[in-house]
């Protein structure tokens, strides 16, 4: 769907609720993905990555996570990264938890800031996200096949090596 300014709001609500219960541990919580880019077509799915220091860290997370009804997933086949299933009483949301030094954060942050800085991409991006979602209304798999290398383009001129971005297109994959 076409961008919705409400995505902030959803963040912003989402990320009041959780950081007071992280903040001691965590870095931050950063709103990525495409509902974090103004004017981007996206699904109406908010993603959060809370930074932490360590996945030495990620044990005290998952535990002050629990309480409010998230569940500790695992890293769903994306090294670095660990996912959560939220609770259905919120809005729609991914919440991850990432270490700060992780290519899965850098891939988020970067693609997020790259599309923030370049308008006629988040245009070109939008409109192959819209074709692709249109050819494939309920598989999710080519969806993610389809954006995959527009987002491996944005990331290589970001300064990703061929290893790294060899990674993000594997977990792209594994994500699906």
């Not at 300014?5 to 007071?20: C, G, V, Y």
């Not at 938890?97 to 991409?121: K, Q, T």
């Not at 970001?158 to 790294?164: A, M």
Request: glycine fraction near 4%; proline fraction near 7%.
């Amino acid at each position: 769907m076409d961008y919705q300014p409400a995505w902030q709001e959803n963040f912003r609500r989402l990320r009041d609720r959780i950081w007071p219960s992280v903040n001691d541990l965590a870095i931050s919580i950063e709103h990525v993905g495409s509902t974090s880019v103004p004017g981007l077509a996206a699904k109406p799915v908010i993603d959060l990555d809370i930074v932490i220091p360590s996945l030495a860290d990620l044990p005290a997370i998952v535990a002050r996570l629990a309480p409010f009804g998230y569940e500790h997933q695992g890293n769903l086949g994306i090294e670095d990264r660990a996912a959560f299933r939220s609770p259905p009483d919120l809005p729609d949301h991914h919440l991850y938890a990432c270490p700060r030094d992780s290519i899965a954060l850098r891939n988020h942050i970067a693609l997020r800031n790259h599309l923030c800085a370049h308008p006629s991409d988040v245009a070109l991006y939008s409109e192959l996200k819209k074709q692709i979602a249109e050819k494939f209304p309920r598989d999710i798999d080519r969806y993610v096949d389809g954006k995959t290398a527009f987002i491996v383009s944005i990331l290589a001129r970001c300064g990703f090596s061929t290893g790294q971005l060899d990674r993000i297109q594997r977990a792209n994959a594994a994500d699906s």
